[in-house]
């Protein structure tokens, strides 16, 4: 019995629970409108696209709600397609309507301003009659004190999370970082005054609910002589029994708390009492120093004589600050020696003289020729050649020398250059030179 | 080993390696440490550590490390005895001049009045406050050194310098925070209340005193 809800419950579960915060969101919708007398309970298929909208603009939403679908969705257990003339209309379940109106007063409570005992009084009333026979008093349980446990169940929820809000928004009050205060403490007088009625309406409904009880007690001898009437009596009483147990240790936590937030409000009115009269004795000093300090003849100020200078800890070294560096991670480079390498050095200026002599060489050789030249006469260069070789003793100096002439005398048009092309290469000797003579162009 | 068993057991802690060289160059400077910016870490050392170091500082320097409270914010501060300046002698400690100790106790009054607002203060609100205030003359008298109608722009930026002067002491010692230094625009803090108990003798007699005074003139 118990799988078979359970399984069918399952299957169900997507349609008999709304799956997005949108199904719910149009339910509420169209259950405020309803109640408002905005559109009739048989709505249109208009009110139902416009419920629609109206979600899907509070919910700021880019993608549409499609209608089509969620319509579906809601059509097994939240709403009836009914058949209105023409048009087909739609109609809240009892079941939608339950939901909805549990999940409002969930989210807002209407009890705030109603003490628990006006919901005793109203609900769980029992007179004389309802104990004249098993019969009335079973009529008493099932329609008055069943519906009413649920109420007083719901109230007593209400209430305790009503004074824990404003407990803990007294606590932020005495935290003290709130501003506005005048107007915050004003509200909190109003707040408190409605949870000392609250409470007032507790200790009131605690006796009520004594009363009740006392009656059900008294009434025992009239259930004693039929065995179904007595079961139906004490199965009746041991259910209000528990049910007033639990109130009972409810509203005790509830006053508990309320009476909590009451010395806290009361600590909080005599510290700003007591501030109060502080700051006025400390003005009262401001007001005597402004009038009675005086200056002296140097220009600086003084107290009157009951007051005195006072003196603080105030120890501020001018020393010059060493900067904070810390080289305690710091691996030290290694320098090398530094070392002259004297042979070296000797070798490099031996080279330089070396090539600074045969500079002057050339540059002497090249002046001889270029006299030469001036004087109209032509150079056999492959007979210098050998000359300069002969007198240098060094291959390089000739080689430079003809290099120089090539560079010098390359471009210029009055002096021409003329090679013998026939083959200098002769069998015994190591060098062979092709013979060049250099002359001036009109000669 | 010496140190393990030593009175100042915890100046061997780790802690101690990291805060205790600042915690202790700031008290003695005379600064209230309050769980507010730079200081935060050192108002936590000194939370944690408070009854060694009220010891330590009684028995070595013979003044007394305090902790108080101004509406639920502690702060911590050195304190000379009632008799004495304990080894703070010399040029290690300084007498509050009155211009500070009647601006403090403004500040104070105005903190106090703030009760759940913001205590930031700036420039114009002190011009409003001398100007403004029952005891118009009597700030001006303080202030310019003598009531006028009017006074020239020299004399208005002359106070205010030294009110600014006042304001940087008081930023020392952690009575203020400075928002904005060049606009004299800071915020009043907690430690303010330092004030009160350096001149609590004076705030409860204040009537007895005004009544000696009073009695001196005739």
Redesign the interface.
């Known amino acids: 019995m118990q799988d078979s809800l359970l399984r069918t419950v399952s299957s169900q579960f997507e349609a008999l629970i709304p799956q997005n915060p949108e199904s719910v969101l149009i339910l509420v919708s169209l259950y405020r409108k309803i109640q408002n007398n905005e559109i009739d309970e048989a709505f249109t298929q208009k009110d139902f696209e416009q419920a629609i909208d109206e979600v899907s603009s509070a919910m700021a939403r880019d993608k549409q709600i499609q209608v089509e679908n969620i319509s579906k969705k809601l059509s097994q257990y939240f709403y009836t397609t009914l058949k209105k003339g023409n048009e087909y209309r739609y109609q809240l379940t009892v079941f939608a309507t339950d939901l909805v109106r549990i999940m409002l007063q969930e989210i807002q409570p209407e009890f705030e301003s109603i003490e628990l005992i006006h919901t005793f009084k109203r609900t769980l009333q029992l007179v004389d009659e309802d104990l004249k026979s098993v019969k009335t008093f079973e009529y008493w349980h099932m329609n008055h004190y069943q519906p009413s446990r649920r109420v007083i169940l719901s109230h007593t929820e209400n209430l305790q999370r009503l004074v824990d809000d404003r407990t803990l928004a007294l606590r932020q009050l005495m ?7 005048k107007d ?1 403490i004003n509200s909190f007088i109003s707040i408190f005054e409605e949870l000392g009625r609250q409470s007032e309406g507790l200790t009131q409904t605690l006796t009520f609910k004594q009363t009740i009880f006392d009656t059900i007690k008294s009434a025992e001898s009239s259930f004693l002589n039929k065995k179904d009437s007595w079961d139906v009596y004490m199965r009746i009483r041991g259910d209000v029994e528990r049910f007033f147990e639990n109130i009972d240790n409810r509203m005790l936590s509830i006053n508990d708390r309320i009476q909590q937030s009451v010395s806290r409000l009361k600590t909080l009115y005599d510290t ?1 009492q007591y ?1 109060q009269l ?2 006025l ?13 005086k ?1 002296d003849a140097e220009g ?8 005195q ?8 070294s001018r020393l010059p600050q060493i900067p904070r560096l810390d080289f305690m991670n710091v691996e030290p480079a290694d320098v090398p020696d530094f070392i002259v390498d004297e042979a070296y050095q000797k070798l490099k200026e031996d080279q330089n003289y070396t090539l600074l002599a045969r500079q002057e060489s050339i540059s002497k050789w090249l002046e001889s020729m270029n006299a030469e030249l001036l004087a109209g006469k032509s150079i056999q260069f492959n007979d210098w050649f050998k000359d300069i070789y002969s007198k240098e003793k060094n291959l390089e100096v000739p080689i430079d020398v003809c290099f120089g002439l090539i560079q010098r005398y390359g471009k210029n048009k009055e002096i021409e250059f003329v090679i013998d092309k026939t083959k200098p290469f002769h069998p015994k000797e190591d060098l062979a030179l092709w013979k060049m003579k250099i002359q001036p162009s009109n000669s | 080993m010496e140190n393990e068993n030593s009175t100042f057991e915890f100046l061997t802690r780790e802690a101690a390696a990291k805060y205790f060289a600042e915690t202790d160059f700031t008290l003695k400077q005379g600064r209230h440490i309050q769980q507010y910016g730079g200081d935060a870490k050192l108002f936590d050392y000194l939370y944690d550590n408070y009854e060694d170091l009220a010891k330590y500082y009684e028995q070595l320097f013979a003044v007394f490390l305090r902790k108080e409270s101004n509406d639920r914010e502690e702060y911590f501060y050195l304190d000379f005895p009632e008799d004495g300046h304990g080894r703070f002698i010399k040029d290690r400690y300084k007498e509050l001049d009155p211009r500070h100790v009647i601006f403090g106790i403004l500040l104070l009054n105005v903190y106090k009045e703030r009760m759940f607002e913001k205590k930031e203060m700036k420039w114009e609100h002190l011009e409003q406050l001398f100007d403004e205030s029952e005891s118009r003359e009597l700030w001006q008298k303080l202030l310019y050194g003598e009531v006028k109608r009017n006074y020239t722009p020299h004399e208005k930026e002359e106070v205010k310098r030294r009110v600014e002067h006042s304001l940087n002491l008081f930023d020392k010692l952690g009575w203020i925070q400075w928002i904005d230094p060049t606009n004299i625009h800071f915020e009043i803090m907690p430690s303010i209340d330092r004030i009160s108990r350096l001149y609590a003798r004076e705030i409860a007699n204040v009537e007895l005193m005004s009544e000696y005074v009073h009695e001196q003139v005739l």
Do not use: D, Q, W
């Open positions: 935290k003290n970082n709130i501003e506005n205060t915050l700003l501030k502080y700051k004795k400390m003005e009262k000093l401001l007001f005597f120093m402004l009038r009675n300090t200056t600086n100020l003084v107290f009157p004589e009951p007051m200078g006072k003196r603080i800890p105030y120890h501020r």
